[in-house]
């Protein structure tokens, strides 16, 4: 076991890792607290632990020392939120309420990216139960909960299997096209580049614009990113940014706009601020 320290103040660790523990139905991570975070995933054919904890000013990091030593370089994030001005005085306020919100670039890219595909199209919760079932039946037991299957694994895996645990064909063979491109040459690691992790991504059939704005944004800790063909965030941008109750991708892009740079870290602030939109 080894130990990572890294400063980072200020730091909210849940709203931080927002989308990296997929609720009750993901048997592969779990907030033991609003500041312990824990996550099982494959790395290296082998079954990584990582304990992050947010202590005292810092991020402190347990675990498999090659699973640390990939991560630190991208620790501190530079995500660009020291330097955060907004213009817009209700951004600027939730910014310095929530400034404890960090864009991180996580080193459990393949299971993050997976949780995207099963996202693409159904209800949440649906897709949740799926990816629970997948590293359940497929992935490694840890303990008491499960990690989800490496690249190689998954990638043997027959389609009629994951569509009969609720994958329909269509995500089901994104899957696999995803898990046999990190089996023949693995990129979805600490070790890659940020360009030719887009840029492989964006060569394989069935990662949309919507998939690829949430493994940039959520798992490569782009400040930048743009998640378009979301059912619900234009309205919420439009709602917080202009008081139009309904939205559009073209309306939300151009509010976003005056942000280029910090895109990514707008939608998180209205997120985590729990703004309601009016029904209509």
């Known amino acids: 076991m080894k130990e990572l320290r890294v400063p980072l103040a200020p730091f909210d660790l849940r709203r931080s890792f927002t989308m990296q523990a997929l609720g009750a139905f993901d048997p592969t991570a779990v907030f033991a607290s609003?500041?312990?975070?824990i996550k099982n995933f494959v790395s290296r054919g082998a079954v990584v632990t990582l304990r992050c904890e947010a202590r005292d000013g810092e991020l402190?990091?347990?675990g498999d020392g090659a699973a640390l030593?990939?991560?630190?370089?991208?620790?501190?994030?530079?995500?660009?939120?020291a330097a955060f001005a907004p213009s817009n005085?209700?951004?600027?306020?939730?910014?310095?309420?929530?400034?404890?919100?960090?864009l991180l670039r996580v080193p459990w890219l393949f299971d993050l990216a997976c949780g995207a595909v099963l996202q693409q199209r159904i209800a949440f919760v649906d897709a949740v139960k799926q990816f629970g079932r997948i590293a359940k039946a497929f992935g490694v037991r840890v303990g008491e909960g499960a990690a989800f299957p490496d690249g190689p694994t998954l990638a043997k895996v027959p389609l009629f299997e994951l569509q009969r645990l609720g994958v329909d064909a269509q995500r089901a063979r994104t899957l696999h096209a995803l898990a046999k491109s990190e089996t023949q040459r693995p990129f979805l690691s600490s070790e890659t580049s940020f360009d030719e992790i887009v840029r492989r991504l964006e060569l394989l059939p069935g990662i949309g614009p919507w998939t690829m704005g949430m493994?940039?944004?959520?798992?490569l800790g782009d400040p930048d990113a743009?998640?378009?063909?979301?059912?619900?965030?234009?309205h919420l941008v439009c709602w917080a940014?202009?008081?139009?109750?309904?939205?559009?991708?073209?309306?939300?892009?151009?509010?976003l706009e005056p942000f280029r740079g910090q895109r990514f870290r707008v939608t998180r602030l209205l997120h985590a601020a729990g703004i309601s939109v009016p029904r209509g």
């Open 34 to 37: 609003d500041t312990v975070f």
């Open 60 to 62: 402190v990091v347990t």
């Open 69 to 81: 030593d990939g991560w630190a370089k991208w620790l501190p994030p530079d995500d660009g939120q």
């Open 89 to 102: 005085e209700k951004l600027a306020q939730l910014h310095r309420r929530l400034g404890g919100l960090r």
């Open 215 to 219: 493994i940039r944004g959520y798992g």
């Open 226 to 234: 743009t998640v378009v063909r979301d059912l619900g965030l234009p």
């Open 241 to 255: 940014l202009a008081g139009e109750p309904r939205g559009t991708d073209e309306r939300m892009l151009e509010l």
